[in-house]
């Protein structure tokens, strides 16, 4: 039977002449899982109204494949921009779930606007919600309903997602388990009956093994997003995932994988291995079970989990460290993190687990008590050997995998081959980093295979927020320490001889070639670019401290100390309940200049 137009919330307020008008020249029809309802570039050709199921919204991603925008629930329009436009469609939309839809073609919606202007203005709502969504964190481009999939008959997953829904039930949300069984007692499950689900919960556990079933399948189908969940001491059997089951969330690699720790297990795959036999995005370690990374977790489902974006900006840069001071004291954890160039190097000492002390010991250890770039050669590809840099990067982070890392990280480097930036998520920490920071004329480039040459991410992302976006759904702090005027003209009138500098600044101190360098690489990277893209953004005052001032740790860490306090007694959003959206209160700096 054809659904009526009277059955969706949108259209509630509408006059019911207009509505039985419009229920004979629309259309219902039912769009499986995964199947496209909308291509990007097509023209518009009618608006939709979701009336069960789920749909998602993709636009092309910078580096390939597409970058997730949002999901369309029940009772929304689709495609309504483009039509009000007339204008092609900026974004593909696909059926997450098997879905119910009716469409009104463009004159039936041009009578209904004209016939019910006040649904222009629901409209208009509606379309700035989501176009204000695309350069923040989104609720709406959040998953709902989980397929949580044991790898291995030996795991206890009922015990892991009543253990996530008792830390999210901590955090004010509601999460519902569902099993084979209530499939069984409900005779099979519907659309609809997800649609009633959603409404009540916050989020939706479906839990089963890999097997050959029937609700093993309806796991892949119906799921926004999968988990799963593998034993860090077994090998993943291939293949995982069955090729000839559609699955919208596989498709379009909306897929973790929670590596599970036992004590002192020993690891028979390698962090990368599972993440490729699960053709994952991302990997979570839990070591426990309620714990640490099961809080983690549960902020990751309820939406507040936070990340954390760290500029480069060489020796500006220490003020990342009073940064993380104090935000671990107004007690916001961080759970995801990354940056470039310096800013990549403090990250990843947070990454590693160090606590505030371990940081400042080891950042002065590397860097304030003698010179890493302190062996100068005569240059040819570089004004320094980099051996020092190597060295150091070995000693504090030795052999460790990005992958095995407690938080998730990412650096971001430039290569200058494919003239694009490169973001390391996987592979040896020190390598990453010191592709990170190696500014051209500076450090010699890291080669990467027969193709790829590896300079500092500063030179194309000195402020990777957008970086993080595509992989981290929560709120994001961003903390920029560049600045515009990085160089003063006054070190290279009448400059002295190689000799004399040394004779008046010593081998420990860089000369201006360094400053010139930095500041020829990183020209045409905007001062402003991703601060409004951070939910919340600090940026330290340090005028008069340049790039090359190493030696000036306590006052530059003090400075981001300071200015990350002021941020954070600033209405910030970030501990807000699941259910309202971070981009209701106002977050600074960041919110107003989005607003302009």
Known sequence: MKPSLTEIPFLKDCPPDVLAAMDAVSEWFSLPAGWPLIHAGEPPDGVYFLVSGSLAVFRAGDAGGERLLGYVRPGEPVGE????????????????????????????????????????EAMARIMLTRSRALGRSNPRADPKVYAFIATSPTIDLKLRARTL?????????????????????????NSAWFDALEQDNDAVFMVSPIADTRWFRTCLRQADRIWFFARADARPSLPLLPQEEPSPARRFKLIDVILLHHGMDRQAATTSEWRAACEAMRLFHWRGVDDADAARLARIIARRSIGLVLSGGGARAYAHIGVVRALREAGLPVDVIGGTSMGGIVAACVAMGWNDNEIEFRIRKAFVESNPLGDYVLPVVGLVRGRRVED???EHFGETLIEDLGIPFFAV??????????????????????????LPGILPPVVEGDHGLLVDGAVLRNFPVDVLKDFHRGPIIGVDVARKDTIDPADFRDPPGFLGWVAAHGLQSAPPIASLLMRAATLAVDPWEGRSGADLLIAP??????????????????AGYEAAVAALQRPHGLFQSPAQSALEVPLGPASLEAAE
């Open 81 to 120: 921009m483009a039509m009000i436009a007339r204008e092609p469609h900026s974004s593909s939309v696909f059926a997450i779930r098997d879905s119910e839809l009716l469409k009104l073609s463009p004159s039936a919606f041009d009578l209904l606007v004209h016939a019910h202007p006040a649904m222009m």
């Open 165 to 189: 829904q008792a830390a999210l039930k901590r955090l004010g949300a509601r999460a519902v388990i569902v099993t084979e069984e209530d499939e069984i007692t409900t005779e099979g499950l």
């Open 392 to 394: 150091r990067l070995k």
């Open 413 to 438: 480097s430039t290569d200058l081959v494919a003239g694009d930036i490169r973001v390391h998520r996987g592979g040896l920490l020190r390598r990453a980093l010191r592709a990170s920071i190696s």
């Open 541 to 558: 005052e340090m005028a008069d401290l340049d790039m090359r001032d190493w030696k000036r740790f306590d006052e530059t860490v003090a």
